[in-house]
Nanobody, 126 residues
C-alpha cells in the first residue's frame, strides 16, 4: 500500500504557472505508475497525465499537451506536475494517483488506479 499527499496548489492568474508535488510513503514508489487527474465543480474526474516507473513513458490529455509536464523523482518518492500557460478551464481539484499495474504502462482510466491522494485546489483567475 502507498499513501499519497499532494501539495503546490493555489491561486494563479491566467498565463501563470504552478508545480504540483505528490509525496508518497509506504511501499516502493518506483514500482507504481503515477497519474494526475482533476475534477472541476459539477464535472467528472478526468485524466490529466501519467508516467511509468522510470519516467521514460508519459501520456497527456489533449487539453494539457504542450502546457503540462509530468515527472517523477524515485529517489525522493515524489511525483510532479508542472503546469504552464494556465487558463480558467484548468481550475479544479488535482489528484495524484498510483497504479500498481505490472505492465508499467502509463494508463488513463480512473479505475486503473489503486491509490489516491486527498487532492489540492488549483484556481486560475482570468
Amino acid at each position: 500500500q502507498v499513501q499519497l499527499v499532494e501539495s503546490g496548489g493555489g491561486l494563479v492568474q491566467a498565463g501563470g504557472s504552478l508545480r504540483l508535488s505528490c509525496a508518497a510513503s509506504g511501499r516502493t514508489f518506483s514500482s507504481y505508475v503515477v497519474g494526475w487527474f482533476r475534477q472541476a465543480p459539477g464535472k467528472e474526474r478526468e485524466f490529466v497525465a501519467s508516467i511509468n516507473y522510470s519516467g521514460g513513458r508519459t501520456r497527456y490529455a489533449d487539453s494539457v499537451k504542450g502546457r503540462f509536464t509530468i515527472s517523477r523523482d524515485n529517489a525522493k518518492n515524489t511525483g510532479y506536475l508542472q503546469m504552464n500557460s494556465l487558463n480558467a478551464e484548468d481550475t479544479a481539484v488535482y489528484y495524484c494517483a498510483a497504479d500498481a499495474n505490472a505492465s508499467n504502462l502509463p494508463r488513463t482510466r480512473r479505475d486503473d488506479y489503486d491509490y489516491w491522494g486527498q487532492g489540492t485546489q488549483v484556481t486560475v483567475s482570468s
